[in-house]
DNA sequence: TTAAATCCCTAGTGCAACGATCGGGATAAT
DNA sequence: ATTATCCCGATCGTTGCACTAGGGATTTAA
């Protein structure tokens, strides 16, 4: 169920680097003060993002880091995969060897793991950064009319 | 996303439980063996499962553990809650005083959180452990049937 | 060419949760 | 009285998590 600090971390730096995509590189402090993230911490993220795929880098003065390809294309998904694995609620059904359980076979639970994997999995994998970004800027309208009112 | 070890042996105690519901009570050594559960762990499993209310227990020669109620009435979201606490996928949902974001108010991934949180309990609050009985049986047959073909 | 800003890599640390075990006590049936 | 069972509290080893630290490599700018 729970997801962790560092996937959390990771989403909103990817999150952040969406919002503000047209501004060129974005350093370590600019992400870690945007999202209140554990600068260090962070540095170790982005390196996992990079590897990945999901973001590039740019060094010495002026550099920072891009998102690799369009907010419209990422989702949040991969993102989570990235960090915490595939997105199974037991762990027969994430390694493919079954793991070690020892009832394999004629277990009664496997197929409600796979329907509520495959729930979670609908959620995540139809979000994309983009949509964050819009969601977002939606609230955001909808508290200033709230506070109009 | 992960259910610990000691809810999946939880469920399957209860599973057993619910499977052999007229057969008068259960004993430890029964349930461990059935489901693979290391016997000192399944007791502190059963003692919590009964002060929730979800099972009853016999002491003395013939005695050991029974169903509260029938396996129709008990779900696996329950038992679930029991041992996880709160089906959220962040600790922001979880705890009603919103725990520590430093981003509350204004964070894009919310409702996120809220649709992945409704998609699981969607699934496990839906199915109960007759459910679980009856695919088991569903499943065997099929099984069988294949083995004649 | 030097200096500053930035990313890059490899450890290491403290803590809490998890999974499991242990010893010994209470209770009930025979 | 004996035996089978549950009951209770403590403990223990491992692992993973969240985070910190130190020192190096690059690139830009002055």
Same mark, same amino acid.
């Not at 793991?99 to 009664?108: F, R, V």
């Given at each position: 169920m729970n997801l962790s600090q560092k996937c959390q971390y990771g989403l909103r730096a990817m999150f952040e680097l969406a919002k503000r995509n047209s501004q060129g590189p974005l350093s370590i402090p600019q992400i870690a003060e945007a999202q209140a993230i554990p600068p260090r911490f962070l540095e170790q993220i982005l390196t996992q993002l990079k590897h990945a795929g999901y973001v590039e880098s740019r060094r010495g003065v002026q550099g920072g880091y891009l998102l690799a $390809?369009?907010?419209?294309?990422?989702t949040v998904g991969e993102i989570i995969r990235l960090f915490? /694995?595939?997105? $199974?609620?037991?762990?027969c059904l994430a390694g493919q060897g079954g /793991?070690?359980?020892?009832?394999? /076979?004629?277990?009664?639970f496997i197929e409600l793991w796979e329907r509520a994997q495959a729930a979670v999995e609908e959620v995540y994998d139809s979000t994309s950064l983009q949509d964050l970004i819009d969601r977002e800027r939606a609230a955001a309208a909808r508290r200033t009319v709230n506070f109009c009112i």
């Open positions: $390809s369009t907010p419209y294309e990422v915490e /694995g595939p997105l $199974s609620p037991v762990k /793991g070690d359980c020892p009832l394999l /076979g004629d277990c009664a």
